[in-house]
């Protein structure tokens, strides 16, 4: 017996919002989807359209109801639905690569050991994994620029703590569900203080105001803690010593 | 010409209409919680709608002018006199150079609104003058601060028909994508249902009680985080609902139940500790043709201004008024 599919499905978010979701658990199809099904939205500029966004496994149209009407942006999302399999397309071009120093551990990363364990791995081979993942911004979201990273491998599958650790620093990297976060600002938190960074996702006066955008990678480097209060010594710029480049479309 | 802060309320910022297209980078809109207020402002003072005011939540403070200046009060009612005389609300007035403004405790409703003749003149930030505390942007406005306005000229002494909305009420809902998690008989409660406005108010959002069991919706941990809209009323998991205001995260994990409209968020915003609310859902389309009439109504606001005639007997100390010349200076 076959299971009814509903997605990917459409439905009207308040007033003046539709979102298409593509599944009801966050996967790497189902995100990849919602990446690329936003880029094209994004693309196809349809006037009366405020702005438009992804969270974990859906994309978001907000536009102004007495322009264009519910049925037909409806119609219209639809006619783009049929257009390809979106679990299959690419993702949206102009993409970039982050290389982010990371202490991983000591006394600026406490929970590494036991996010380490939680994996069943030791901290040095916890560290080599973690190290050479390369994650995506899956989403952006809780507060200004921070981003929602993975997937991780299956055995970083690790629930979040039962106790919130009362507050971790801004560039904080956390760890559960498979996904990686950098904290953009002091914040009390349930997932694993992993590893350290002075990345700032979000950067007030400077420019660009956020550094990450959805669809975007980023890779944390092993770095001793020397080298990062000599990168903190010097983050005027606020981007922690990472590295970026393009990603090829 | 500018304002100076010499005492202000703990919770008063600067507010515009808020910053839109920095949902994808998780940054609300923020803005005015009571958005019709303003409107109002701007019809008073003859200006557009798009400068930005001092919202004071619950409290005002005093200001003293530096310069001659405009104002107008907006919102949620509060005491307010200029040089100990009482001043009406809900109406522009000038300011002389070395008056002061006092504004009190808010007598109904929750956001008062100061606008200056130009607008609050601060630096903006991705668009906005808002500040938007939860996120870090800008900060509220402290003793010493001084407000400046945007470039001005205009009468002043002038007064409007304020919609009655700070005492809770009626607020018209849609339904959203989540709503179909809640079952009939969930939704057919919380239609009936009379809440009261709970002690957990800000903006970012304010949570609501009512008697009886909470309202649930089917699996209600296990749902993926996804998109918030302002107005949207989310189930916490004790079943309480919240509505979420101006500040709300953009994104929640929370079954969100419905959506308050537009017109009505000034309403849901105002409603005073303890004050009742009811929902009534209507249709998309019903929606769409309210939020079209109250654009219309909001463009048409300055046709309710008109001249505030003094009553002599409302002027506690009419010899501070120089009767003899008939002009009472608004430069020396």
């Known amino acids: 017996m076959t299971r ?17 979701t593509f599944a009801d658990t966050m996967t790497e199809q189902s995100n990849r989807a919602a990446l690329a099904f936003r880029g094209a939205l994004h693309e196809a500029g349809w006037e009366g359209v405020v702005e438009s966004s992804t969270s974990l496994a859906s994309a978001y149209l907000r536009f102004d109801p007495l322009r264009l009407s519910h049925a037909e942006v409806q119609a219209r999302l639809a006619a783009l639905l049929a257009e390809r399999d979106w679990y299959a397309a690419p993702l949206p071009s102009g993409r970039k690569l982050w290389r982010v120093p990371t202490v991983y551990g000591t006394d600026l990363a406490p929970q590494l050991e036991d996010a380490a364990m939680a994996a069943g791995l030791d901290v040095g081979e916890a560290i080599r994994r973690l190290g050479k993942s390369r994650v995506r911004v899956l989403t952006i979201g809780f507060a200004p620029g921070q981003p929602y990273l993975g997937p991780l491998a299956p055995e970083f599958d690790i629930p979040r703590l039962q106790q919130l650790t009362p507050m971790v620093p801004e560039g904080a990297l956390v760890c559960a569900i498979r996904q990686l976060i950098v904290f953009a600002g002091p914040t009390p ?14 950067r007030p006066g400077m420019e660009p105001t956020f550094a990450l955008n959805p669809g975007d990678e980023m890779m944390f480097e092993p770095i001793e803690r020397a080298e990062l209060d000599h990168i903190r010594a010097h983050n005027e710029d606020g981007t922690g010593g990472a590295t970026v480049e393009e990603i090829a479309a | 010409m500018s304002l100076i802060v010499r005492r202000i309320g703990p919770a008063c910022t ?57 104002i107008a009060l907006t919102g949620a009612p509060m005491q307010a006199s200029i040089d100990g005389s009482p001043v009406a609300w809900n109406a522009s007035h000038a300011l002389a150079k070395g008056q002061r403004l006092s504004i009190g405790a808010v007598l109904r409703g929750g956001y008062g609104y100061l606008h200056l003749g130009g607008g609050i003149a601060t630096e903006p930030f991705l668009g906005s003058r808002s500040a938007h505390l939860a996120a870090r942007v800008g900060r509220a406005v402290a003793a010493g601060d001084t407000l400046v306005p945007g470039p001005d000229k205009g009468e002043a002494g002038m007064k409007i028909a304020a919609e009655d909305r700070f005492g809770g009420g009626t607020l018209r809902v849609v339904a959203s ?13 919380f239609e009936a249902t009379e809440f009261r406005r709970g002690p957990r108010a800000n903006r970012m959002g304010m949570q609501l009680d009512s008697d009886g069991p909470g309202f649930s919706a089917k699996g209600q941990l296990n749902i993926l985080s996804e998109v918030i809209s302002p107005g949207d009323i989310q189930m916490t998991g004790t079943g309480n609902p919240f509505i979420l205001l101006p500040e709300c995260q953009t994104t929640g994990g929370y079954p969100r139940i419905a959506t308050v409209l537009p017109c009505d968020l000034p309403r849901a915003a105002q409603t005073p500790p303890g004050g009742a609310v009811r929902f009534q859902f209507v249709s998309l389309d019903e929606a769409v043709s309210l939020h079209a009439a109250w654009l219309k109504d909001l463009a048409r606001l300055s046709s309710r201004v008109e001249p505030l005639v003094r009553d002599p007997h409302d002027i506690p100390d009419l010899l501070s008024y120089q009767l003899i010349s008939g002009v009472v200076s608004a430069t020396d």
């Open chain 1, 4 to 20: 009814f599919d509903p997605f990917p499905l459409i439905r009207s978010v308040g007033l003046d919002g539709m979102l298409v």
């Open chain 1, 189 to 202: 938190t349930g997932w694993r203080h992993i590893g350290q960074t002075a990345f700032r996702c979000f």
């Open chain 2, 14 to 70: 600067i507010q515009d209409q808020g910053r839109e297209g920095y949902l994808d980078q998780g940054l609300s809109r923020s803005g005015a919680a009571d958005l019709r207020a303003l409107y109002e402002g701007a019809a008073l003072l003859r200006r557009k709608p798009d400068l930005a005011a001092l919202e004071m939540a619950g409290m005002g403070g005093e200001f003293e002018a530096l310069s001659p200046v405009r």
């Open chain 2, 177 to 189: 994508f989540q709503t179909a998690l809640f079952d009939a008989e969930t939704l057919a409660r």
